[in-house]
């Protein structure tokens, strides 16, 4: 009898390591902790199991695990002709994409599209940046896979954030609801619904919502930094900055061992809340920029590390730093580095030289492109906040008005409207 993993399947390997793989997986698709472990485990029990290998590889490059991405990529690149033909598709997807190259990723898909890894992999989430860089792409991507999941619970979720993406809120948060009603724990869905919460201003239920699950049906999450940061959005929003403060004490230190995610929720969160009107003794972002270190600061593996990298190094006043990950990202192989992230690194270096207007001038043209970074929209709204700064330094006060404007056009936010009242009165 074959191993089969969760979808039905075939797993070239043992029972014990397909056991331990598909533990693995089903962490990750809960954004549950202990998936690396479980996989690691899978090799351990079959060494030349290439499913493996080509998981770790992609956490370890995507998630910044403690992985050996080389290595792995090696053994996953030699066992995997010993494999299926589905197999050695998903291991070639896989190392192609981490050398730069996702098209073999989405043409994977396209036959095999219940290979939930590889459609996590596909779409910007919280679990990863994502392989593709127009949202209308990813989109389709999950749209495309629906008839093969039917009513399965994690793709609802998955779908779930795609809706509240495309601004179909109320979808968003019945699909979500629908999900963690199958499954309290999933990950993905309570993603989703967070995001609805917010994109909608509804911040107080948000926040209610979001404080009772990662206490109960939440707690083994492996990524509850990201929704103690969607926690403190919520309270930003809402104007009390001692709630943020408490639970940036509580939860969002990086000395609580969160890896990547110290400079994608913490560090933003930092940046965010030092912009805040009012904001005292925010906590110092240099720890964060320890704790992350200069490799992934200097060297990000995926534009969407890459745009926190940047924003990092300018709120520090790091300037030779922005310039060695401007020179990276100017001649790295992948082209939304070089399109996308350089172009970003050149503005912010303006606006370190204090040629605000001209940062401001720079960031509205790259606006256009920014959604190819990856991540989700309330994290890219950090490139929106800094142009926001610009324009106020610059003295340009009623651009800077018309975005906040056009922010609370879209959601309620205490904190944008005391950003708009308080940094753009008119001189007396």
Do not use: K
């Amino acid at each position: 009898m074959h191993c089969r993993d969760r979808y039905g399947l075939r797993l070239t390997t043992s029972d014990v390591a397909a056991e331990s793989y598909n533990r693995g997986v089903g962490d990750l698709l809960r954004l549950r902790a202990g998936a690396v472990e479980a996989i690691a485990a899978s090799v351990t029990h079959d060494p030349t199991f290439a499913l493996g290998h080509a998981a770790l590889a992609l956490l370890g490059h995507d998630l910044c695990a403690p992985v050996d991405v080389a290595g792995r990529m090696r053994d996953a690149e030699r066992h995997a002709a010993r494999a299926t033909e589905r197999e050695r598709s998903h291991v070639h997807a896989i190392l192609s994409h981490l050398r730069g190259d996702s098209t073999p990723v989405v043409r994977h898909l396209e036959t095999y599209p219940v290979d939930a890894l590889l459609l996590s992999a596909a779409v910007p989430t919280i679990a990863f940046a994502g392989v593709t860089e127009v949202p209308q792409q990813a989109w389709d991507i999950v749209e495309r896979a629906a008839p093969a999941y039917g009513d399965d619970w994690w793709y609802a979720g998955l779908l779930a954030f795609i809706r509240q993406e495309q601004g179909r809120f109320d979808e968003a948060m019945d699909l979500s609801c629908r999900s963690l009603a199958v499954e309290p724990s999933a990950g993905h869905s309570a993603h989703a619904r967070a995001h609805a919460h917010y994109e909608t201003g509804d911040h107080r239920a948000g926040l209610a919502w979001m404080d009772g699950w990662v206490t109960g049906d939440g707690a083994s999450i492996d990524s509850i930094s990201h929704f103690s940061w969607h926690a403190a959005l919520h309270e930003l929003s809402l104007g009390d900055l001692a709630a943020v403060r408490r639970r940036y004490d509580a939860q969002l230190r990086p000395e609580q061992g969160l890896g990547c995610r110290a400079l994608v929720d913490s560090g933003s969160l930092l940046i965010r809340w030092s912009m805040t009107p009012d904001a005292e003794d925010v906590p110092d972002l240099q720890r964060v920029a320890q704790v992350v270190g200069r490799d992934v600061l200097e060297r990000p593996a995926t534009p969407f590390l890459a745009m926190h990298s940047a924003v990092t190094l300018l709120a520090l006043g790091d300037g030779a730093g922005l310039q060695r990950l401007g020179r990276f990202a100017a001649g790295h192989a992948h082209p939304t580095h070089r399109e996308v992230v350089a172009p970003l690194v050149a503005a912010l270096r303006e606006m370190h030289a204090g040629r605000y207007a001209g940062a401001a001038a720079s960031l509205a043209a790259l606006s256009p492109a920014i959604p190819r970074l990856g991540g989700s929209d309330a994290q890219r709204e950090i490139v929106e906040e800094v142009r926001i700064a610009a324009l106020i330094r610059a003295d340009r006060l009623d651009e800077a008005r018309d975005l906040l404007d056009r922010r609370l056009d879209r959601r309620t936010s205490r904190r944008d409207e005391r950003w708009r009242d308080t940094c753009l009165q008119p001189a007396v």
